[in-house]
């Protein structure tokens, strides 16, 4: 049997982000296969075996890959639209495009959506895809192949819906599904793609949309249907006053009251925004160990709120962060997520104290493994898990005069990526994806765009 050949990363600043948040002014990463083997200060163990690259990190900051909890891949070929609009217009707006997506389109949107993350830091996407209109092809198999292909671990929250206009609620009736056929079809996903080792590349959850673009039905049989396959659950919860107002309405309780009515509280579930969360909101999101994707940019482009992350996180909340769709935050970035994450909390009640940079490095890196379920294996450097970890290079003239490396990253310009690795495999290097051709994804998102425009219109 061959022994197994080490990478080491030498001389460069690391934040593990483990449970003591150790840091080391200058140290080193030693990755054998897919796992970390070592790290610590100073350079590597003299006498490795099989060191097949060395890499003399000086003046970067190696930190876990970044974690993303909440995306709407497909929303990469509606970018720029509406944007004047709150959530609820947005909507409205935007679904009689999304209703005419197909395969050919959601995956050219879920290359550029995964390459725009991949570059900037993300080791781990997922993507909450609910719209599936009749005869628009294998859709969660054209996600699921994207990310394969581009080298990223992922989660494939396979959304539905099964409530449109004729119901009262906001999608087109042609563009949702039935109760059995969205549960037929989340439940065949999970049994084709879900991997539940501890490596495992791609797996799947069970995730109804909204409260307004689903039944009740729905939500019960589909927390029932994860249970029994043994998978997480993620939906959209608290995200606006008018989504507080519709379920007060329409069930005669709040969001929350309303999810755990319905068995949608749990520590295998995670919300994306919870922006309008009172006290016992916050409590009860603690007291089930329910999840939160913090979705800042997507939460002030639609004027959603300020989501409570400081009471969340004092209260025991697991708490990671989202891009959410890229219709409403067009830079489909991440690693931008942790500097907004920290200026918009600020800006709330808790103001300066809100939150530090240490925090919002832990929120887009452990905290989103917390989110996914995935704790025990990334979101810190610790020997044993498995090795997705990002170089971001700090001395430059962006950052060099930044004397602490994680202040530079979180509250300086966007920090160029040197390298990073998925599963101990190189995926980026000095900015550029080495698993696909950015150009030609480029090129192909224009052009799916303009399609699905042209369709839209009735051309």
Not at 155 to 168: I, N, V, Y
Request: aromatic share 6%.
């Amino acid at each position: 049997m061959a022994a197994a050949q080490r990478i080491v990363i030498e001389n460069c600043s690391i934040a593990t982000v483990d449970a003591s948040d150790t840091e080391y002014a200058s140290g080193h990463v030693v990755i054998v296969g897919n796992r970390i083997e070592s790290l610590g200060a100073g350079r590597a163990p003299e006498g490795l075996e099989n060191v097949v690259r060395r890499i003399d990190a000086t003046g970067h900051l190696v930190t876990p890959g970044l974690v993303n909890t909440h995306h709407h891949f497909y929303q990469w070929i509606t970018r720029g639209l509406a944007t004047d609009h709150n959530l609820f217009n947005w909507l409205v707006a935007l679904y009689p495009t999304w209703a005419r997506i197909d395969e050919p389109m959601v995956r050219s949107a879920a290359q550029g959506s995964l390459a725009m993350m991949a570059r900037g830091g993300v080791t781990t996407a997922m993507d909450h895809h609910y719209v599936y209109p009749q005869g628009s092809g294998d859709l969660s198999g054209a996600i699921i192949g994207a990310a394969r292909d581009m080298g990223v671990r992922f989660t494939l929250a396979r959304g539905s819906m099964d409530r449109s206009e004729k119901d009262g609620g906001l999608p087109p009736d042609f563009a949702v599904e039935t109760l059995e056929g969205a549960l037929a079809g989340t439940e065949e996903t999970v049994k084709q793609h879900h991997d539940s080792s501890f490596d495992a590349m791609t797996q799947i959850a069970v995730a109804p949309c909204s409260p307004f673009s689903i039944s009740t039905e729905l939500l019960k049989q589909g927390a029932e249907l994860a249970r029994r396959l043994g998978v997480r659950m993620h939906t959209h919860g608290s995200e606006t006053v008018e989504e507080e107002k519709f379920c007060h309405e329409l069930f005669g309780m709040g969001p929350t009251d309303y999810f755990e009515s319905t068995g949608w509280l749990g520590e295998d579930v995670w919300m994306a925004h919870c922006v309008h969360m009172n006290d016992s909101d916050i409590a009860a999101f603690a007291r089930t160990k329910t999840g939160v994707a913090h979705c800042p940019s997507s939460n002030a482009r639609l004027a959603a709120g300020i989501a409570r992350v400081p009471d969340m996180l004092a209260a025991g909340v697991p708490v990671g962060l989202g891009v959410d769709g890229t219709a409403s935050n067009e830079s489909g970035e991440l690693h931008t997520e942790l500097r907004n994450a920290l200026l918009i909390n600020r800006l709330g009640a808790h103001r300066e104290a809100a939150l530090n940079a240490r925090q919002a490095l832990r929120l887009g890196t452990f905290g989103g493994a917390q989110v996914l379920g995935r704790a025990a294996e990334i979101g810190s450097l610790e020997p044993g898990k498995l090795a997705d970890l990002v170089l971001w290079k700090l001395d430059t003239l962006a950052h060099a005069s930044i004397a602490d490396p994680v202040t530079a990253l979180v509250f300086g310009a966007a920090a160029p990526v040197t390298a990073s690795f998925v599963n101990g495999r190189q995926i980026v290097e000095d900015g550029r994806l080495l698993t696909a051709d950015e150009d030609a994804i480029a090129r192909a998102t224009r052009e799916q765009a303009q399609r699905l425009a042209r369709i839209a219109a009735g051309q």
